[in-house]
């Protein structure tokens, strides 16, 4: 199950408007490589929409079935959040309409 958290509003390459929702899937326990300490954490994605940005806001809360599942991409640089520690990854998440199976919850790497 994912739950619409948010919502974005982007241009395209050609100025046009585009509305995405912001989902967030379970909360899980990871392990960090570099501490080995455990923590928590969500996993989100953005969904691209037909909807205005306002139809995109009366559907925050809203729960779908699903789960938000780790894509392997080009490497990319990413910047962390209040940090400004910038980071190469080759992964991102993407929503698929699929419930996550035990294997990929047990065995998928968290980072």
Do not use: H
Not at 23 to 40: A, D, H, I, T
Not at 73 to 84: A, G, K, L, Q, W
């Amino acid at each position: 199950m994912v739950t619409v958290v948010d919502c974005s509003v982007r241009q395209s390459g050609e100025g046009k408007e585009l509305a995405y929702l912001v989902v967030q899937g379970q909360p899980e326990f990871v392990k960090s490589l570099n501490s080995q300490r455990v923590y928590m954490t969500t996993r989100r994605a953005f969904v691209l929409t037909t909807f205005d940005k306002k139809t995109c806001k009366s559907l925050i809360g809203t729960k779908f079935p699903g789960s938000i599942k780790r894509i392997q991409c080009d490497e990319y640089e990413y910047t962390v959040p209040n940090s400004n520690e910038v980071i190469k990854l080759d992964f991102r998440y993407e929503y698929s309409d699929e419930a996550a199976s035990m294997e990929e919850m047990v065995f998928e790497s968290p980072n």
